[in-house]
């Protein structure tokens, strides 16, 4: 399917128009590759990369130290996307491996603030040391990221006919996390329904992810169906979370999406998780309610909502 692309340059109310229009109708869009510099890009593509060749006890070295934490690398089949959405889905572990670093990434000296909660979401990264730049490299590309979502926030909210700072107060101390994710050759396509990735929406505001050109990512439909996101090398595909669909009382969309394994060949990707602060109130917003309309969702706390859709997913 053919998806939006967003000039980052372009005058603001014609970035504001044009996710607009994506947002209420697929809630996916894209984003030129060139928002962010090229090096600093390929860099920590080729780290992920490298990290996913090491023989698998040297991977181990950085794995979650429990079920419950947030970031290293997590082996293949550990994982099942499909129970964010329904906990007591039954479905194959996702046919994939991944390495996830958070929110210290913005910052050498980010410390835990509040409540013991808190301290979850900013547990330490678990940094590998082989390859031995990717710390280096994972972090400079965290930080261009971070800066293209809090362009895109200010975006959102012109486009939802708010002030351009209106996010920012809840944007200032996110607790927002990055993936690499490596898809293994199969020698087969499976016959059990395993996937790459189960069918999930993202939950928090914004995901960049950068894929390479094997094809598998899928968007579900209005009516239910999958349509398949074609590779292109030159942009970011972009999707919103289900914090925007809560915020905009479902106006804009947070779209069930999947990776299937129809094309057997090595994938990887890389995912870019913005989230709101730990404290923020995801609530419906003053703009997104018709009168004598009533919003759709309470109002949830982001970061245990947060907790609770990832501590689901363990297989």
Known sequence: MDLSVIDLNAPLAEQAATMASACESTGFFRIPLSSVDASAANQAWDDAQSFFALPEAQKRMVEFPNPGYPYGY?????????????????????????????PDCA???????????????????????????????????????????????????????????????????????????????????????????????????????????VPGLEIENADGSWLGVEPMADTFVVNLGDSIAQWTNDRWRSTNHRVTPTDP????????????????????LPTCLEDGEAPRHEPVQAGPWLMEKFQATVT
Not at 78 to 99: I, M
Request: hydrophobic residues 35%; aromatic residues 10%; proline residues 8%.
């Open 74 to 102: 997590s082996p293949f089949g550990f994982e099942s996307l499909a129970k964010s959405v329904d906990s007591a889905t039954q479905t194959p572990p996702d046919l994939k491996e991944s390495l996830s670093v958070g």
């Open 265 to 284: 060949r090595g994938r990887q990707s890389f995912a870019f998780f913005h989230m709101t602060n730990w404290d923020a109130t995801i609530e419906c």
């Open 107 to 213: 910052s050498p000296h980010s410390q835990p603030k509040g409540t013991s909660s808190t301290d979850w979401i900013r547990s330490p990264s678990l940094w590998p040391d082989d390859p031995p730049r990717l710390q280096a490299s994972w972090t400079g590309y965290y930080r261009a990221l971070a800066g293209v979502c809090e362009h895109l926030m200010s975006v959102m909210a012109v486009a939802l006919e708010l002030p351009a700072d209106y996010f920012e107060s809840m944007i200032d101390d996110p607790i927002t996390s990055m993936r690499a994710i490596h898809y293994p050759t199969l020698g087969t396509v499976p016959t059990d329904g395993a996937l790459r990735a189960g069918a999930h929406s993202d939950y928090g505001t914004l995901t960049i992810l950068r894929t390479d050109d």
